[in-house]
């Protein structure tokens, strides 16, 4: 049974800062694997998707790594931001159209 | 991209009244949506995988006489909980993905819908 684990489970930091969040899963054999974004109460954004022949994916500050041999993923934030503020979650496939698993989650908040 | 929708995002409704959650993809086809369940502070937990023309799967200890999935058009997935209690109070949110040739992008997720049951 896969198993996503996400740390820190909570974060905070100044704004300015680079900060690396981080997701393992046990079972290697996945398809993609993709980071979210929750804001409180609200449906989830999704951030990156990076395919299983994937190194890593970059959009804007946001920059996502897979080392699918070692089953870690990282999500690395640039120069944060107090609206960088939200949960981030970490989601593996293990094959087309099939289910999530996710994440325990990363709560971030970014002061000012 | 592509778009989900969830209706409504609020509802409070009496003990023993059923609630009735949409979930549109609105400029796609979805043969499979996935509905989870998301407890304050917690992660989202699948509840089941909806499947167009055909029966939900349903995850271990979830009870599908409970929460009723159909799943009639490529566009349109329903969940239904029936005899609402208090504990089924929570955060439901849906999922699809556009299978659509050529693209990649993941699963995209509706907007949640808030449930309170009193």
């Known amino acids: 049974k896969q198993e996503v684990t996400q740390i820190p489970a909570a974060l905070s930091v100044p704004e300015g800062e680079n900060l690396v969040l981080n997701c393992s899963f046990t079972?290697?054999?996945?398809?993609?694997l993709q980071w979210f974004r929750q804001d409180p109460g609200k449906g989830l954004t999704s951030l990156l998707l990076i395919q299983s022949s994937q190194r890593e994916q970059t959009s804007g500050r946001l920059n996502a790594s897979l080392d699918k041999s070692s089953g870690r993923s990282t999500l690395y934030i640039a120069a944060s931001q107090p609206g960088d503020s939200a949960t981030y979650l970490c989601a593996v496939s293990p094959g087309t159209a099939s289910k999530l698993t996710f994440g325990t989650g990363t709560r971030l908040q970014v002061t000012l | 991209g592509a778009v989900v929708s969830q209706h409504p995002s609020r509802v409070i409704c009496k003990s023993g009244t059923s609630v009735k959650i949409e979930c549109r993809s609105l400029d796609f086809q979805a043969t499979t949506m996935f509905w989870y369940r998301q407890f304050p502070k917690q992660s989202l937990m699948l509840m089941a995988t909806s499947n167009e023309g055909s029966k939900a799967t349903y995850e271990q200890g979830v009870e599908k006489d409970k929460f009723l999935i159909n799943h009639a058009s490529l566009t349109l997935s329903t969940l239904t909980v029936t005899s609402a209690h208090p504990e089924d109070s929570s955060f439901y949110i849906c999922?699809?993905?556009?299978?659509?040739?050529?693209?990649?992008?993941?699963?995209?997720f509706g907007s949640g819908t808030r449930l309170t049951v009193v």
């Open positions: 999922s699809a993905r556009d299978q659509g040739a050529g693209r990649i992008d993941g699963y995209t």
């Open positions: 079972d290697s054999a996945i398809y993609n």
